[in-house]
């Protein structure tokens, strides 16, 4: 089967570092999206990974290791803003989007 | 990066009618588009895929007479949830793709269905 698996909650203090990691076993890989989603709004994109290593985007890192089915997004210099649930999200061979259940990030002051 | 425009954002409607949301690729041609539902605390759960022109592929468990999908053309595509029910009130997701590989799907605003 396949299966996305990413932490349920975690909890950071503002101006911290976070880092929420993503493993997946899917039929086929072809590519690895994070997003974002505020509660009672739809996903906004973060990143996609295709090729190993990090992506930097600003604040927000993604990493890919696809030979061990592992991903991480890292978020720097936290902002009370950045509380919301992050999606890890994997293109199978048929270029089906599975999703992972979620990330609820709570930031402290 | 490109719009999608779900609409409408937030509809009420009595138990037995339908209603129809759209979803409209601004400024790409969509040639896939992707049916989501959301329950409270849960997950995106992928409806039905749908490509331009053809029928929409439905995922186990999921009524295609209920939830009639419609993608006429590379911007739009409809869903219409039929004779509604109250346990078809959720947050329903649209999202579009381009039809080159390896691109990203980006989303709708989303739109919450209350069934009363």
């Known amino acids: 089967g396949q299966n996305i698996d990413q932490p349920t909650e975690m909890t950071a203090t503002e101006g911290a570092i976070v880092q929420i990691n993503c493993t997946y076993q899917?039929?086929?890989?072809?590519?690895l999206f994070w997003y974002q989603q505020h509660a009672g709004e739809a996903p906004t994109f973060l990143s996609y990974?295709?090729l190993d290593g990090l992506e930097e985007k600003g604040r927000f890192s993604s990493f890919l290791s696809r030979s061990k089915g592992y991903s991480y997004l890292l978020l720097k210099e936290l902002q009370m803003k950045d509380s919301a649930s992050y999606l890890c999200?994997?293109?199978?061979?048929?270029?089906?989007?599975?999703w992972g259940a979620g990330t609820k990030l709570i930031i402290k002051p | 990066g490109a719009v999608v425009s779900q609409h409408p954002s937030r509809v009420i409607c009595k138990s037995g009618t339908s209603v129809k949301i759209e979803c409209r690729s601004l400024?790409?041609?969509?040639?896939?588009m992707f049916w989501y539902r959301q329950f409270p605390k849960q997950s995106l759960m992928l409806m039905a895929t749908?490509?331009?022109?053809?029928?929409?592929?439905?995922e186990q468990g999921v009524e295609k007479d209920k939830f009639l999908i419609n993608h006429a053309s590379l911007t739009l595509s409809t869903l219409t949830v039929t004779s509604a029910h109250p346990e078809d009130s959720s947050f329903y997701i649209c999202?579009?793709?381009?039809?080159?590989?390896?691109?990203?799907?980006?989303f709708g605003q989303g739109t919450r269905l209350t069934v009363v």
């Open positions: 999202s579009a793709k381009d039809g080159r590989e390896n691109t990203e799907a980006f």
């Open positions: 400024d790409f041609q969509a040639t896939t």
């Open positions: 749908s490509n331009e022109g053809s029928k929409a592929t439905y």
């Open positions: 899917t039929s086929g890989f072809n590519g």
């Open positions: 990974n295709v």
């Open positions: 999200a994997v293109l199978d061979s048929n270029y089906q989007l599975i």
